[in-house]
């Protein structure tokens, strides 16, 4: 499975990765391999078995709506890379707004 | 050349839960300090396991049948990656090709003129916290990031391409925000944000079949916004395709101090979410009972209850709708119809709710439920009103007293002497002092004048401040006249 070079750059523009040509170049390959491998999955024949978007026979997994404490607002900001009073802090992300 | 433009709305509504979609922090962080809300899923830590707000997805199922919708026997969420601080997963939960609902409508107008807009489909999501954008004194800029709102169950209700105009557009989201309020699933509150607006927008050449390019508009806070900003982004399509510069398809901002849109940059993969299947939540289903159970639980629906009002309580359609347009005030008059057990008209109710009511919690801006006069003491009121114990200007003074204190009616109707005087014996004194003093009048009459009764009559309110018995005081006044003529000479 051949990766385009633009893809590989596109797929990193996705992830905010920034990449040298030599990157580029080595996750056109690997990237390739991959995807060469998930499509051999492809050639067995699955005419018979229903689609199926999770591997174990569960579902309807709820909670009821009742609110329990939060966790301390220093434990969840602990391990942030910067803080600002109660804010993380991170570097501006601009256009990109949703 | 005439253009016709061609507009779908991507409304996002708040669910009303207590506790947030995918795991049990309070949604109550309304002036709270900033992450003091939140916990590892929410936050989109590793290793973490979500599991879904059984209330969402009932309330979530309550607006898809409200909108008319299927529901879908089996839904699942999936992934829809974006990077963006305001999401922490760098991936929203969501729904995407098995969503909760879909193919539904909603009708806009009354019965004169009807629209039906469809409903291409209604998920579930969650909210993404707040992002506040700062620069340094460097000039350096950053962000500061809230997490407080994310993880807020949130629904997409996504409408067909049907709507023609920037008006019709306010008016479904008009209609949207009133039955998410009238079946509790969401505040609808545009100035809190739970309640937010996208809008595709294209405009074609009237006949044409094919869509225009589409462009989308961000940042709708407030129905009015919806309709200024499209009504901008009509014109300014027409503009571009008649000067020969074409529509691009975009996304644009709308700035509503300036009244314009922008276009924003950086969009140009925003469709590429790369969208798969959620592996941490198993899929939902919705058996047909418990379906039937949710429909059953539905509040009366806006239109239906308008319908109602009109067939039942006799009213105009225009009463009907200004009652029904939020669930507490139908409440409230029908509390109202209640209390009078039929002893005055439902009609009567109607006027003096939507009337005189209406103007004075509107005066105040207050909700009908925190007014003092209770639906009790309005049918009190008029209940007096339609024994004829008070006249109508009396009950305006009730009411607007009851209004401001809570006090009964009858209660003030009496102590301020508003109550109406039918009883000859006290009206008759006051007759027989008007007549002495208009001898003019008098004669008149004697000389076949009959309009002077109208005009004697008048004095004798003017003299009982309106309280008087018209009926009561027009039989004694004949009485006086003509008894006073057959005694004359
Ligand atoms: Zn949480």
């Known amino acids: ?98 | 050349m005439s253009y016709e433009p061609v507009i779908g709305l991507e409304v996002h509504a708040q669910l009303q839960t207590r506790s947030k979609m995918f795991c049990r922090c309070s949604t109550q962080y309304a002036g709270a300090e900033p992450n003091t809300h939140i916990c590892p899923i929410c936050a989109g830590f590793p290793g973490v396991l979500p599991v879904v707000n059984r209330r969402a997805v009932e309330l979530a199922t309550r607006v898809g049948l409200a909108l008319n919708c299927e529901i879908s026997p089996s839904s699942r969420f999936d992934r829809k990656h974006y990077p963006y601080p305001d999401l922490p997963k760098g991936y929203q939960t969501s729904q995407y090709d098995l969503p909760l609902a879909l193919r539904g409508h909603v009708t806009l107008g009354d019965n004169g003129q009807q629209r039906r807009i469809g409903i291409v489909r209604v998920h579930m999501e969650e909210d993404t916290g707040r992002l506040l954008h700062r620069s340094s004194p460097s000039g350096e800029v950053y962000s500061l990031v809230d997490l407080n709102r994310s993880g807020v169950p949130l629904l997409e209700i996504v409408s067909e391409p049907d709507i023609r105009s920037a008006v019709e557009a306010r008016e479904y989201v008009t209609k949207l925000r009133q039955v998410l309020r009238y079946i509790e699933a969401s505040t609808g509150n545009m100035e809190e944000g739970a309640l937010r607006c996208d809008a595709n927008v294209s405009v074609r050449p009237v006949g044409q079949a094919e869509y225009g390019a589409k462009v989308e508009i961000k940042n709708l806070n407030s129905t009015r916004a919806i309709e200024r900003a499209i009504e901008y982004e009509i014109r300014r399509q027409i503009e571009a395709l008649e000067s020969g510069d074409g529509v691009r398809q975009e996304t644009r901002g709308w700035d509503d101090a300036a009244g314009v849109t922008l276009g924003q940059r950086g969009k140009e993969y925003a469709s590429d979410y790369r969208y798969f299947p959620e592996p941490d939540l198993p899929p939902l289903t919705m058996s047909e009972s418990r379906r039937g159970e949710i429909h059953r639980g539905l509040a009366e629906l806006p239109d239906a209850r308008r319908e109602r009002f009109v067939a039942l309580y006799g009213l105009t359609p225009q009463d009907a709708a200004d009652l029904t347009l939020t669930r507490e005030t139908a409440d409230y008059y029908e509390a109202v119809v209640a209390e009078l057990r039929e002893a005055a008209p439902a009609r009567l109710a109607a006027n003096w709710v939507r009337g005189p009511l209406f103007g004075l919690v509107n005066r105040d801006n207050l909700a009908i439920t925190d007014a003092r006069v209770s639906p009790k003491l309005l049918a009190e009121l008029l209940r007096m009103l339609h024994d004829g114990e008070v006249n109508a200007t009396a009950a305006r003074e009730m009411l607007e007293e009851t209004y401001r204190t809570g006090r009964s009616p009858r209660e003030v109707a009496v102590e301020r002497g508003l109550m109406q005087v039918s009883d000859a014996s006290a009206l008759g004194p006051v007759v027989r002092a008007v007549l002495e003093r208009n001898p003019k009048a008098v004669a008149d009459f004697r000389k076949g004048k009959q309009q002077v009764v109208g005009f004697l009559i008048g004095q004798v309110m003017r003299e009982t401040k309106g309280t008087a018995s018209q009926d009561t005081a027009r039989t004694l006044l004949l009485e006086e006249l003509s008894g006073s003529q057959a005694g004359a000479p």
Request: hydrophobic share 40%; net charge negative; aromatic share 4%.
């Open chain 1, 1 to 98: 499975m051949e990766l385009t070079s633009e893809e590989v750059r596109h797929i990193a523009s996705l992830a905010r990765l920034g990449l040298t040509d030599e990157e580029v170049e080595t996750l056109q390959a690997q990237l390739g391999d991959i995807l060469g491998h998930v499509n051999q999955l492809n050639e067995l024949d699955t005419g018979n078995i229903p689609p199926t978007a999770m591997v174990i026979a569960v579902q309807d997994v709820v909670a009821e709506d009742e609110p329990r404490p939060s966790f301390p607002v220093d434990v969840m900001l602990a391990n942030a890379p910067e803080r600002k009073g109660n804010y993380f802090r991170t570097k501006a992300v601009l256009g990109y707004e949703t």
